[in-house]
């Protein structure tokens, strides 16, 4: 079945740490976006990607960095410099340039600090 | 810029109660309407969608119709049932980039 698979679906950071979440999708979907999801304050958009080596700042940009390397994968790098990391991470994707067609959601992260 | 206001939680229902979970929105030109829903510790899953003004988006007994006069996309269900208890997100496409903007979420409990 094809979907979205995020790693790992824990995770713990110490501080002054970078850590990478992991985000695979086998859909065929050239669109590929992260969300952090506090309590209360639904979902905000961290990057989003339309194409393989392409990718922009969403809302809430500051403190990550991803890439787009390949179609498949979206990795989210939670760099020291973000001082309030814990939080629900999500990511999704779509087909491009589609917007009556829906995004589809990993099962998440949850990164918390040490 | 485009916004999605949804009427906040937590909602409290009884087994077999009718649910109305509002949803008004905010944007320029004709965007797509979505309804999703999180179960605990899960990501969202798509409940249903709407593409057009009229268009009504049914899923596992909710439903919701896009009102472009009054700009809402209310969630409703006749009967809820215990397994229904999640957060409901509303959330719109306004075009450029597939981006969407979400609601806040409305928490459903059901309770027997």
């Known amino acids: 079945d094809g979907g979205i698979t995020q790693s790992p679906k824990y995770l713990f950071r110490k501080e002054g740490q970078n850590v990478t979440l992991s985000c695979e999708q086998n859909?065929?979907?050239?669109?590929m976006y992260w969300y952090r999801q506090d309590p209360g304050q639904g979902l905000r958009l961290i990057y989003y990607?339309?194409?393989?080596?392409?990718?922009q700042k969403g809302d809430i940009a500051e403190g990550y960095s991803v890439s787009r390397e390949k179609k498949e994968s979206f990795p989210l790098t939670v760099t020291s410099a973000q001082k309030n990391p814990t939080a629900f991470y999500l990511c999704a994707s779509s087909i491009r340039d589609r917007e009556i067609e829906p995004q589809h959601f990993g099962d998440g992260t949850r990164l918390s600090i040490l | 810029g485009d916004s999605v206001t949804q009427m906040e939680g937590p909602v409290t229902l009884s087994e077999e109660a009718f649910l109305t979970i509002n949803c008004t929105y905010t944007?320029?030109?004709?965007?797509?309407l979505f309804w999703y829903v999180q179960y605990p510790g899960e990501g969202l899953q798509l409940l249903l969608k709407?593409?057009?003004?009229?268009d009504k988006g049914s899923n596992k007994g909710f439903e919701a119709t896009y009102r472009k006069e009054t700009t809402s996309f209310h969630l409703e269900k006749g009967s809820v049932q215990v397994s229904d208890s999640a957060v409901y997100f509303c959330?719109?496409?306004?075009?450029?980039?597939?981006?969407?903007?979400f609601g806040t979420g409305t928490q459903l409990k059901v309770e027997l």
């Open positions: 859909l065929n979907h050239d669109a």
């Open positions: 959330a719109l496409n306004g075009g450029g980039g597939n981006k969407l903007t």
């Open positions: 709407a593409t057009k003004a009229d």
């Open positions: 944007a320029t030109g004709y965007p797509s």
């Open positions: 990607s339309q194409i393989v080596n392409d990718f």
